[in-house]
């Protein structure tokens, strides 16, 4: 392997010949060979973007000259467009500022123009890096990246949220047995059940726009320490303006640096929003699984796409497959807002030292939750249908529908009348009429499911 030499201020480096970063990003892989983790490349965007924003408010506000703001902006775009994914190698854990990754995307942006057009074209530090510190530019890229990612999370879930509303509407007529404590309870429609899963979507995507809007205040322009120091008067207010154009949201400047530096409340608050939606999508995925469970010997009330098979052994199996991924993907947002909640206590004076940890994630919580939505509604939510003959037949077996004769004989006869059906494998009906407790008319009278599911104005 060829190699070059590369100089920081601890002295020189060889750097392998054919990549673009130079000495800092050299050490970092010499000193950090920790686990096989990379800094997530949606983060080296965002750094690549807050990089190509503050080259135009340096130059608007006069500090950086109009050619050097051309070449990073070109080099920037190199990057963005995917070109020069490979340059940045970094492991995750790394320094908990992210200093090293910030000056990966420094040196790189650097490199690409001086190799280009000719050798010191543009500095790292003094160009690249100018009016910023990793200690506002990582927190700042954190929470683009976390606002962009909760975004598509939320258009995923309204996706699934419209999809369940309309299998909802299509199901509202079927009745069945409801379940409370995995026991028989009394009946509700498919529909109704199904409505409840919908709503469950519906409020978290309002919680997480809530939770969104903080992070729309973001660290940049307060440098080292949150005073702005090496940073011109407006260049947070710039700086901002531009990455509002290309973001497609508005970014402010937070009302206080000295925050934004050290705290990731607003993070962890965003990723709560975000577990909150996990928590609801296992309790959705687990009824469909056991709602379509059997087919034989479980409940079996709803069909599931038949997707691949299921067992290695028992030929003919299929599993409900979409259910478990979810389950898994959800637990890991679970798991994860644990370590997102660890590293934000880590604020330790003027800077969070855990940032690479609460960015990686956050952000794989959030392609998990994007990618398991999008795969449950695609692949399971779009095809499931009622099994009628299995829901008539639970529905008729059901001994909770008793509950509708309390206004007739009292709950302590109605009970009476539920045991003896149970312990002599009889229906409501059958016991009712051993019992002689109520006339046929009576009981015909109280058991009407529908009365039951929809009110009496709705009957």
């Known amino acids: 392997m060829e190699f070059r030499i590369e100089y920081d201020t601890m002295g020189e480096v060889r750097v392998p010949a054919d990549k673009l970063w130079g000495a800092q990003t050299q050490r970092s892989l010499e000193n950090f060979k920790i ?19 503050s080259a135009r408010a340096n130059t608007f506000l006069g500090v950086l000259d109009a050619p050097k703001q051309e070449l990073i902006q070109a080099s920037c775009d190199e990057i963005l467009s995917g070109k020069h994914d490979s340059q940045f190698p970094l492991s995750l854990w790394q320094t908990g500022s992210g200093t090293q990754t910030n000056m990966n995307v420094n040196e790189v942006i650097a490199n690409i123009a001086n190799f280009t057009h000719g050798k010191n074209m543009l500095h790292p530090n003094d160009d690249v890096n100018k009016s910023q510190s990793t ?80 992070l729309q205040a973001v660290a940049i322009g307060g440098t080292a320490v949150g005073t702005g120091l090496n940073a011109p008067n407006g260049f947070d207010l710039q700086c901002c303006e531009y990455l509002s154009g290309i973001c497609g949201f508005e970014v402010i400047p937070s009302e206080n640096k000295f925050h934004a530096l050290s705290s990731k409340g607003e993070v962890a608050n965003a990723h709560g929003s975000l577990k909150a939606l996990a928590c609801d999508l296992i309790k959705i995925a687990n009824d469909i699984r056991l709602l379509a469970s059997g087919p034989r010997a479980g409940i079996g009330e709803i069909n599931i796409p038949e997707n691949e098979p299921g067992s290695s052994i028992m030929p003919g199996k299929v599993n409900p497959t979409q259910s478990e991924a979810m389950i898994m993907a959800c637990m890991q947002v679970i798991a994860n807002d644990t370590s997102i909640a660890h590293g934000a206590s880590f604020g330790n004076y003027q800077l969070n030292v855990c940032m690479p940890l609460i960015a990686n994630s956050f952000l794989q919580s959030a392609r998990l939750l994007k990618d398991a939505i999008s795969s449950m509604l695609e692949n399971c939510v779009a095809g499931i249908t009622p099994n009628l003959g299995t829901i008539e037949k639970n529905l008729e077996n059901s001994l909770m529908s008793v509950a509708a004769l309390n206004p007739y004989i009292g709950y302590e006869n109605a009970a009476k009348i539920a045991k003896h059906a149970h312990q002599n494998s009889l229906s409501l009906r059958e016991a009712v009429s051993e019992l002689g407790m109520m006339t046929e008319e009576d009981f015909e009278k109280a058991m009407d499911y529908k009365k039951m599911v929809f009110g009496e104005k709705d009957k």
């Open 135 to 214: 200690n506002d530019v990582f927190p700042t890229a954190i929470h683009i990246t976390a606002y962009t990612s909760m975004r598509e999370v939320n258009l995923s879930a309204f996706k699934l949220k419209s999809a369940l509303d309309a299998l909802a509407e299509s199901n509202m007529h079927i009745i069945k047995t409801g379940r409370t404590h995995l026991q028989d309870a009394t009946p509700l429609t498919l529909g109704q059940e199904i409505s409840a899963w919908a709503h469950m979507l519906k409020v978290d995507i309002a919680a997480n726009e809530q939770a969104m809007k903080p």
């Open 35 to 53: 686990g096989e983790e990379k800094m997530p490349m949606d983060l080296i965007y965002a750094i690549t973007t807050i990089k190509a924003a």
